[in-house]
């Protein structure tokens, strides 16, 4: 079945670093890859979409490429915020399917 | 993107009593959602709810302890019954929005304590 793989959590990072989260899927045909962000106290937000292979997802400098030869779709941001603590999660969503497929989530904190 | 609300925003109940949460778009949807979300842990999806039809349960889920009400496009309500401290979650909703390969867009979620 399909599945999504994260990073383990939790991230702790100093203002201006660089970040990555690591994202990895199992799917059996061709999905739509997203990432959501959940701020403390509050709903998932959508962040950024890819819907097919080599496609760019970016929003609020955070970007992320789907790759379908490594499975991958890995969230990337040059320089981190306080303001980016966060819980995220990376998810997929097949081809033809309603269903969203969520990873475990990674907590990110970031020191000022 | 949909504007999606929910009500309660948040809620303790005790234990055996049945709380009701709804979800109200602000445009017509053929899809809803819900999903559970258990303290630090990633969200579960309920069921499925289209307008007009039984909703649509995933494994573990059954409609006698999580009954849903689709009355129209805008608008959904999940029920969580005889409530055991183990549904202490936060409940969200969500709707497919787009066109094309739609996009799951999620409400603000409903957080539940159960005593």
């Known amino acids: 079945g399909n599945s999504v793989t994260q990073m383990e959590g939790p991230v702790t990072l100093s203002e201006e670093a660089f970040l990555t989260i690591n994202c990895t899927y199992t799917a059996t045909g061709y999905p739509s890859l997203f990432w959501y962000v959940q701020y403390p106290g509050e709903g998932l937000q959508l962040l950024l979409k890819a819907t097919k292979a080599d496609d760019k997802g970016s929003n609020k400098g955070f970007e992320a490429t789907y790759r379908k030869e490594t499975t991958s779709f890995h969230l990337e941001k040059g320089s981190v915020q306080v303001s980016d603590s966060a819980v995220y999660f990376c998810a997929l969503r097949d081809q033809g399917a309603q269903k969203l497929v969520f990873g475990q989530g990674t907590r990110l904190t970031i020191n000022p | 993107s949909a504007v999606i609300s929910q009500k309660p925003s948040r809620d303790i109940c005790q234990r055996g009593t049945s709380l009701t949460i709804q979800c109200q778009v602000d445009?017509?949807?053929?899809?809803m959602f819900w999903y559970r979300q258990q303290p630090g842990q990633s969200l579960t999806l309920i069921a499925t709810?289209?307008?007009?039809?039984?909703?649509t349960y995933e494994s573990g889920f059954v409609i006698d302890k999580f009954p849903i009400s689709r009355p129209n496009l805008t608008f959904s309500t999940l029920t969580v019954s005889n409530m055991s401290p183990e549904d202490s979650s936060i409940y969200l909703c969500?709707?497919?929005w787009g066109q094309g390969r739609k996009t799951q867009y999620f409400g603000p979620g409903t957080r539940l304590l159960v005593l």
């Open positions: 709810a289209n307008q007009g039809s039984e909703a």
């Open positions: 969500s709707v497919e």
């Open positions: 445009s017509q949807v053929t899809m």
